[in-house]
Each structure stands twice: as structure tokens, then as C-alpha cells.
């Protein structure tokens, strides 16, 4: 399995070896790096795509995290990490994501919001496609995955209208699943079941009345349940390394 590359131009004040860090504590905690597993800085630098020191500097910080244990001066094992750190892990990217809430009450402007209604509206005729189509037998996988993306524009928007990049940086390095294994965990679970993640939709439109108010606690108490509802059913399967 591999990691996902930082050869990408860091964000201001972040160092390739935050990336780094990054990258390897998120592959750890979805399981592309499984517990057990023997790595080195040079193999690990290569899929990351970048030289060795930053990798290693990341590895000093994943070893203080107990996430790693090294075997040698330049290998390491992946450490078995128990569920309950995965646990608190769901618990700091929840509460992050309620806070980018609030603080999305606070600042949106009526246009930022207006987008948000927007990207809604475009979702809406997407979801009224996919349940024609597929009531009729036909194949609504574009769509869906369309829809996906409406759903991650949607909340790229919500991270804009907090003004806030400090605590969205934050919120990027405690994600429990990357975004393209989030996307594929979802389509995954919407091929097994259709209805996923749809009782969890129309609380969308009641977070842009709540950033539209101002009201940033129920805004806040709306994303918190959204995202506890999501990452329960998103984890709700066996791990990689169960598999």
C-alpha cells in the first residue's frame, strides 16, 4: 500500500515536514500503514516524494506520538494502535468541525451564504435524478458521484465562510480518513446500501439557516451531529488490516 504524496507546495508557515507528518499519521490511522508493518525513511520518502530529512523530523514526531517504534537508525514499525486512540482521534476532528462552525456563524456574509444555498440547489436536482433513474434500473453512478462532490464543495464552502485557516489546518491534520478514502468509503457504502448518508442531507439546509441567523451554537450542535452520524457509519467496517 502506499501514502499519499505532499509533492505539493506547503500551505504558509507549514514545512514540508508537517506534511509529512501529516501524510503518515493519516496512513496510519485509516490503516494504509498497517500496525506491524516495517518501513523505511528512504521507501517512505520515495512515495512521499520528497528527501529523507523531512521524513525523518516526521518520524521523530510519530514516535513521541507512540504511533511508531523504531527497529533500527533508519527503520521503523508501524505500532499496533489500539481502537480507543482512533477513538479520540473521531473525538478532536468532531469537535474541531463544530467549532468551524460557530465560527462560520460568526463571520459568512450574506454572499458566502448564498452560495452555500447555491451548491444546494445543485444538489437537490442531482439527488431528484438519482432517485428517478434509479427507480427505473438505471445506472446513477455519475450522479452520485457528483453529488459527492457537491456535498465536498459544500463543505470546503462552510470552511471559508469561518475565516479561520489556523483552525482549518487543525481540522485537516485530525481527520481520521483523507479525503479521497473518505469519498471512497462513501461510495462503497452507498453501493451497498442507496440510502446512505441521506438521512443526514437535509441537515445541510438547516446549517445555512443557522450560519444565515447568525446562530452559531445551533450551527455548531448541527455539524457536531452530522459529523458523529458520519464518521460511526464511515468506521463501521472492517478495517484494511482485518481484511
Do not use: W
Not at 516495517?38 to 516524494?49: C, F
Not at 452520485?144 to 487543525?170: G, S, T
Amino acid at each position: 500500500m502506499t501514502v499519499d504524496s505532499t509533492d505539493q507546495t506547503p500551505a504558509r508557515g507549514e514545512t514540508r515536514a508537517d506534511r509529512a507528518y501529516q501524510s503518515l499519521r493519516q496512513a496510519i490511522g485509516t490503516g494504509t500503514l498497517r500496525p506491524g508493518q516495517k518501513v523505511t525513511e528512504r521507501g517512505l520518502a520515495e512515495q512521499l516524494m520528497v528527501s529523507p530529512t523531512p521524513v525523518r523530523e516526521a518520524l521523530l514526531r510519530l514516535e513521541h506520538d507512540g504511533l511508531i517504534e523504531r527497529t533500527g537508525p533508519r527503520t521503523v514499525v508501524v505500532a499496533d494502535i489500539a481502537e480507543h486512540a482512533i477513538d479520540d482521534l473521531a473525538e478532536v476532528e468532531i469537535g474541531l468541525r463544530g467549532l468551524v462552525a460557530r465560527f462560520a456563524a460568526r463571520n459568512a456574509t450574506p454572499e458566502q451564504v448564498d452560495a452555500l444555498d447555491a451548491i444546494l440547489d445543485a444538489a437537490d436536482d442531482l439527488l431528484i435524478v438519482i432517485v428517478s433513474r434509479h427507480r427505473k434500473g438505471e445506472n446513477v453512478d455519475r450522479h452520485v458521484a457528483a453529488l459527492l462532490d457537491r456535498m465536498q464543495e459544500f463543505n470546503e464552502a462552510v470552511n471559508a465562510c469561518a475565516a479561520n485557516p489556523m483552525l482549518i489546518r487543525l481540522l485537516e491534520q485530525s481527520q481520521v480518513f483523507s479525503q479521497p478514502e473518505r469519498r471512497a468509503l462513501r461510495l462503497e457504502k452507498i453501493a451497498e446500501d442507496d440510502h446512505f448518508g441521506l438521512d443526514r442531507y437535509a441537515s445541510h439546509r438547516a446549517l445555512v439557516r443557522a450560519l444565515r441567523q447568525g446562530d452559531s451554537a445551533t450551527a455548531e450542535r448541527l455539524v457536531i451531529e452530522d459529523a458523529q452520524g458520519g464518521l460511526a457509519a464511515l468506521r463501521a467496517r472492517p478495517r484494511r488490516s482485518d481484511r
